[in-house]
């Protein structure tokens, strides 16, 4: 599923907050980052990236995850 | 036979020893509850994956002996990482005689997934709501009632640190134990085309296992593809019935 013009996580700069939209990827890695927190509706703060910009730190449902930007892209956010 | 009951226990009861296996997401403060518990010292720290095997210790309360299995923390029971694994493996096939969940109370959203996965697997479970002191402090109300109620199992706020509440904890485990407390877990409800594919899959599948494993659970590995489960089915009430056999009907069924 393909959404035009739709941001994903790795779009939003250090700082900021976006809210869970959808999760692309499907199978085991899905339900990882579901497990994780990353379900549609919650709130994900950009905490700090790595030197080398991979992987980004995320504030999650009050812990802080590693996710690797490949991971990251396949989260769609928006920023309401 | 009613004025025996009464009797403080002897014999068997005595000497008998309950496992209790300790679970929860990490940095909850489960190796914490663990030594309060069981007045071992056992390593406690702040990063992920210090419990990397699991520990063990004993204590004794009310005439019976306890073993407390302190499990590593996981955010989930899917078996994708070793710790996760051995954290399922023993919730579900070690058989423990109650699981003791203990969760952050001040992030309860994130820890009441893996609680919602236990309560999947077994019904024998008592959540320990610890950090009570934190929350308090962060200005978070923890309704531990409406938890109990919500959950259908008992629930008990801890602060281990300072060993607030753990004298109570111990009290819920005996009368678990003792089968004085009866629960009725709160059951995730899945869409109603999966919901069919779980009745129709345990049904097939309760025969096969032993009367420990959850058909309900095993249902549900089966359906995302986690055959694990299938070499825990006895041969004893079936012997023609291979996991080998079974992996192939269940993939039939899912066709």
């Known amino acids: ?80 | 036979m009613i004025k025996t009951a009464s009797l403080p226990v002897h014999g068997q009861e005595a000497t008998k020893n309950f496992v209790i296996a300790l679970a929860g997401n990490p940095n909850v403060g489960k190796s914490t509850v663990f030594n309060r518990l069981t007045g071992l010292k056992q390593h406690t720290g702040n990063w992920p994956g210090k419990t990397v095997t699991r520990a063990e210790g004993t204590f004794f309360h009310r005439n019976r002996h306890y073993t407390l299995v302190d499990l590593p923390g996981t955010y989930s029971l899917h078996a994708s990482s070793t710790d996760e694994q051995v954290a399922r493996d023993f919730i579900c096939f070690a058989r423990p005689d109650l699981t003791l969940v203990v969760c952050d109370a001040t992030c309860l959203e994130r820890n009441l997934n893996l609680v919602l996965q236990i309560l999947e697997i077994t019904d024998r479970v008592v959540l320990c709501v610890n950090l009570m002191d934190e929350a308090k402090r962060k200005g978070f109300r923890v309704d531990i009632d409406m938890l109990t109620h919500k959950l259908g199992i008992p629930v008990v706020g801890t602060a281990a640190r300072s060993g607030r509440g753990l004298s109570r904890l111990k009290n819920v485990l005996d009368d678990m134990v003792a089968g004085k407390i009866v629960t009725t877990p709160q059951q995730v409800v899945y869409d109603p085309e999966l919901e069919t594919s779980i009745n129709e899959i345990a049904k097939r599948l309760t025969p096969y296992l032993p009367d420990w494993i959850n058909s309900r659970w095993a249902a549900l590995r089966l359906l995302e593809r986690d055959y694990s489960v299938l070499d825990h089915i006895t041969d004893n009430k079936n012997k023609n019935y291979s996991p080998r056999i079974l992996k192939k009907e269940v993939a039939l069924c899912l066709q």
């Open chain 1, 1 to 80: 599923m393909v959404i035009p013009n739709s941001l994903s996580l790795i779009d939003i700069p250090v700082g900021d907050s976006a809210r869970v939209v959808n999760i692309l990827t499907i199978g085991a890695n899905r339900r990882r980052l579901l497990d994780l927190g990353l379900v549609p509706g919650s709130r994900v703060e950009v905490i700090r990236r790595s030197p080398a910009g991979n992987p980004t730190a995320y504030l999650i449902k009050g812990t802080l995850i590693a996710l690797r930007n490949e991971d990251a892209r396949q989260i769609l956010v928006d920023t309401n």
